[in-house]
């Protein structure tokens, strides 16, 4: 990473490994407290909501496409206020990226708060292209962070394919998703209620 953090997962954190890419896709429960959660909804008031964007990052440009997804977003940006948040991913993504990945890791993209109400959705999709900035940077490694209860809405799952059956991803307020930004996933469309979650993109010279 471009930053040397201290924070690092405390034992509290129980690592699952879910059962497709031979162990690619990690669960960390409990990254963030309730308090934390709270204050992220808060966060997500000061900057300007836009509607979900597809499209390959090499062009700059994204395109609004509801038949694949149905997704407002906000971007939150590093200010004073904010800053605790990178921090605390950034030095997450070290850890991980150290003991799992061994990726070469540059930086962290602005952070996405992302909302799926009632019939939101996102079709399969991957977050990584062939060069998704220039020629010398891409995708690398993609986190996404629960922030709704289970129970406050139906449907609405992270889910990764598998030529042999979709895994399913949890879905407990405060858990941590991290994998490789190749990896094809989708939300389900959500039935009832409202699911918000925090996606983070971390990049990283292309592969060779």
């Not at 954190?13 to 879910?18: A, E, K, P």
Request: hydrophobic content about 35%.
């Amino acid at each position: 990473m471009d930053r040397q953090l201290l924070y690092q997962p405390n034992h509290s954190f129980l690592l699952r490994d879910l059962t497709t890419g031979g162990g690619l896709i990690r669960n960390v429960e409990n990254f963030l407290d309730d308090g934390e959660v709270a204050l992220i909804h808060e966060m997500s008031t000061w900057f300007e909501k836009k509607p979900g964007l597809v499209g390959p990052r090499a062009t700059g440009v994204g395109e609004e496409k509801n038949t694949i997804r149905n997704s407002p977003c906000t971007f939150i940006e590093t200010n004073p206020n904010t800053i605790w948040l990178f921090e605390k991913i950034a030095g997450f993504v070290s850890a991980m990226n150290a003991r799992f990945y061994c990726y070469n890791l540059t930086l962290i993209e602005s952070i996405q708060y992302t909302e799926y109400e009632e019939g939101g959705f996102y079709n399969y999709h991957r977050d990584s292209y062939d060069r998704d900035y220039s020629i010398a940077n891409q995708r690398k490694l993609s986190l996404t962070i629960q922030l709704s209860d289970s129970d406050d809405y139906r449907g609405g799952d992270l889910i990764f394919y598998d030529p042999i059956q979709e895994v399913h991803a949890p879905r407990k307020k405060g858990s941590a998703i991290i994998f490789p930004s190749h990896l094809f996933h989708k939300v389900s469309v959500v039935e009832k209620g409202k699911r918000t979650s925090l996606v983070v993109w971390v990049v990283g010279p292309e592969f060779t």
